[in-house]
């Protein structure tokens, strides 16, 4: 896979991508990332990439010229036909699709990744309309640009791509990962991760259940039993409930998108039995 990060400070990511997954996934072939620095696009002898939007207001917004001229060097697909040739423009912006591992999850599934990191009070309308083919936020909240928004996704996806992470089905029960019930099948077929776990707890879309390692007992802190009596389907029904009683704590919202097993609800409704009490 090839990712493509277009930035007016290309030294920002000099730290990100050389730790960890990434960087293990880089020195092994599995994905490359090329940096590029918008002002090497632009024309004038002040390399201007920004300019004070029509209609007045605060602050700066990127001019379209210098994006469009850096992603057009790519040579990608033309827009309509870049799903097929699995191909993407992304740009970050505050206005965008919400990032979640769902779309994590889609993108791990492309050939190439171009991410446009936007900056100051935004990009020339033009850019999202005509020349990217999504826009995506990382949350709900404004940053000063999308370099640190790249970073995050450059992370997530390279971590779902086959051979990165040693052990490939610690990616498949992790917190948020799309599972069958929220329609992770259809994205195996259309080329994006499995989505099917094969240890004693998929996440399923939930947040991730609580993990112990020695030693059993910590300043009088010990591990659940049932994590060690061996007998995987009390750890497995555990570790659902625990997850469940979590997701239930933290991010209710998820249970309205997650399609819950009849004995789910039931684990649900004995959670919040005892939280009534």
């Known amino acids: 896979m090839q990712i493509d990060i277009i930035t007016i400070f290309p030294e920002f990511f000099r730290g990100p991508l050389d730790y960890g997954i990434v960087r293990r996934a880089r020195e092994a072939g599995l994905v490359k990332i090329e940096i590029h620095d918008l002002r090497a696009f632009t024309r004038d002898r002040h390399r201007t990439v920004d300019d004070r939007p029509f209609g007045g207001g605060e602050g700066m917004v990127l001019k379209p010229e210098p994006i469009f001229e850096c992603v057009e060097s790519f040579k990608l697909a033309p827009r309509e036909e870049r799903g097929p040739a699995k191909q993407s423009v992304v740009l970050l912006s505050a206005q965008g699709k919400r990032f979640d591992q769902k779309v994590a999850s889609e993108l791990a599934g492309l050939e190439r990744l171009v991410l446009i990191c936007g900056r100051y009070e935004g990009v020339d309308e033009r850019v999202g309309t005509h020349l990217a083919d999504r826009e995506i936020s990382i949350g709900d909240y404004v940053l000063s640009g999308g370099e640190l928004g790249a970073a995050v996704i450059v992370d997530t996806v390279t971590r779902l791509i086959p051979g990165a992470v040693g052990n490939e089905a ?52 010990k591990v659940p039993e049932v994590l060690l009596n061996g007998n995987h389907d009390d750890i497995r029904r555990w570790r659902r409930r625990s997850a469940l009683e979590k997701t239930l704590h933290n991010r209710p919202d998820l249970l309205d998108e997650a399609r819950l097993s009849k004995d789910d609800r039931e684990l649900l409704a004995e959670i919040a039995g005892e939280v009534g009490k």
């Open 170 to 221: 610690s990616t498949r029960q992790e917190s948020f990962f799309a599972g069958p019930e929220l329609g992770g099948d259809a994205l195996a077929s259309e080329g994006a991760r499995p989505t099917r776990a094969d240890s004693t707890c998929a996440s399923g879309g939930l947040l991730d259940y609580p993990h112990y390692t020695r030693p059993a007992d910590f300043h009088g802190m």
